[in-house]
């Protein structure tokens, strides 16, 4: 038979085997080319003082399983400064703090003279280890957000801000502290840049500059990101990835974003999905519900960016590992949606507790557990404190939503909150069609 007659038939034979194969797979696996899991994004947030009092290292993102479970992570924060730059936050967390052998991922002390140390070179050994993992370095914040607006308020500062961030974090010329630090240091640890801008055309944390033309400018900045990102790729035969954390109210995503022009540059965006109500309100409810009546609602963030013109394969749905928890409580039933005196003693802050800290609590008998199936929403109450969380459950429910919806996948704020085996992160994997 022929060579070209060979290579007909097979590769019709391997098509017919194709469409049979997707024809057994629900619409949203098919929107991701048959792949019930590497196609879904699974971003964690990494806190850059979490290795402080919380003692949660880039160790405990191998050894608990979560690295595993991931496709990126995202490093919070790196600053802006008022000249309108990146910088580092803290530069003795990032790349300056020796860590010992049993607190390193691959088994080795830092030493005095090697030029990096700190999160940065765990997270470059975290990468070696495991092949795939991308890490972007998240510019901003709840607090950090305070000079975006100017920075992003002309071409000349935008080109100049996005050029100290490449030049900084992507380029990985750290400046020098000791004998760490210098040109190139930190060059190939990280693969793309999320912006964390909370909220352009919005006020946020008292402080936080924000104007009116910040919803033109963002898109600007946004595209000046993706300009110079492809043009260092290029160099460097690689693609670095652009992503960003927007929020779930229509009256912030209208302030701040044109939806159908921002999306063009973005590979992915990470919808808060979270702090729907927060412990300072003084009446309990629920801070995550993946469905809600004439409330916020996971499906109605998701709905709002649609709506507005956004893919749905470019929405990754925030997932909280922590919850919102009041104090106080009066009224009858499962204290939900009942008045408050105010937030609830936790172990970091009044209000808000990691999960790993609630499982404890549900475990307890203490507390007794209810849920809202339909909602897809859980919470804690034990007669006078209550604690609104997604528990292993709810997160397996969320992840289904995201298949059935064909979206891009699921964020998690933040990794310290999970348990020390991983037991969200490996749920959501799960439900994403993992192992």
């Known amino acids: ?18 469409l049979s194969l997707l024809a057994t797979l629900s619409p949203a696996a098919q929107a991701h080319g048959g792949d019930h899991r590497a196609s879904y994004k699974r971003v964690g947030y990494f806190t850059q003082w979490g290795v402080y009092g919380r003692n949660y290292q880039v160790k405990d993102l191998d050894t608990s399983g979560q690295a595993a479970n991931l496709t990126h992570i995202n490093y919070a924060f790196g600053g802006v400064n008022s000249a309108g730059l990146c910088a580092s936050a803290d530069s003795w967390a990032d790349y300056s703090r020796p860590l010992d052998a049993a607190t390193s991922v691959d088994g080795t002390a830092d030493t005095a003279e090697q030029p990096l140390a700190g999160n940065f070179n765990q997270l470059r050994e975290l990468k070696a280890k495991h092949p795939g993992l991308k890490v972007l370095l998240s510019l901003g914040g709840w607090t950090g957000s305070a000079h975006l607006s100017d920075a992003a308020l002309t071409p000349a500062s935008r080109k100049a801000f996005v050029s100290s961030c490449i030049d900084l974090f992507i380029k990985g010329n750290l400046p020098v502290d ?34 009116p033309e910040d ?18 790729g290029r160099t460097k035969r690689t693609h670095y990835d652009l992503s960003a954390f927007v929020p779930t109210a229509p009256a912030k995503i209208d302030a701040g974003y044109e939806v159908r022009k921002v999306m063009r540059d973005f590979d992915f965006v990470n919808l808060q999905g979270y702090d729907f109500h927060v412990s300072g309100e003084t009446t309990t409810a629920q801070q995550s519900a993946l469905y809600a009546k004439n409330d916020f609602s996971v499906d109605g963030t998701v709905d709002s960016w649609l709506r507005r013109g956004a893919p749905a394969r470019k929405l990754v749905v925030g997932m909280p590992f922590y919850g919102q928890g009041w104090t106080g409580v009066t009224g009858a039933g499962d204290g939900l949606n009942q008045p408050a005196a105010g937030p609830a003693p936790a172990t970091w802050a009044n209000g808000t507790e990691d999960y790993k800290a609630l499982k404890t609590l549900a475990d307890s008998g203490t507390y007794k557990l209810y849920r809202d199936r339909k909602g897809g929403s859980a919470w804690l109450f034990d007669g006078t404190t209550l604690w609104t969380y997604d528990d292993p459950q709810v997160l397996r429910t969320k992840a289904e939503y995201v298949r059935h919806r064909g979206l891009g996948g699921a964020m998690f704020w933040s990794m310290d909150g999970d348990t020390a085996d991983g037991e969200l992160t490996a749920a959501v994997d799960r439900g994403l069609g993992g192992r």
């Open 1 to 18: 038979m022929p060579r070209n007659r060979r290579r007909t038939l097979l590769g019709a034979a391997v098509a017919a085997c194709s």
């Open 178 to 211: 000791g004998a760490r630090g210098g040109a190139g240091t930190a060059a190939g640890l990280f693969d793309g840049i999320d912006l964390d801008w909370e909220w352009p055309g919005s006020e946020a944390d008292a402080g936080t500059v924000h104007r």
């Open 215 to 232: 919803k033109q400018n963002l898109t600007a900045l946004v595209h000046e990101f993706r300009t110079q990102l492809d043009a260092y």
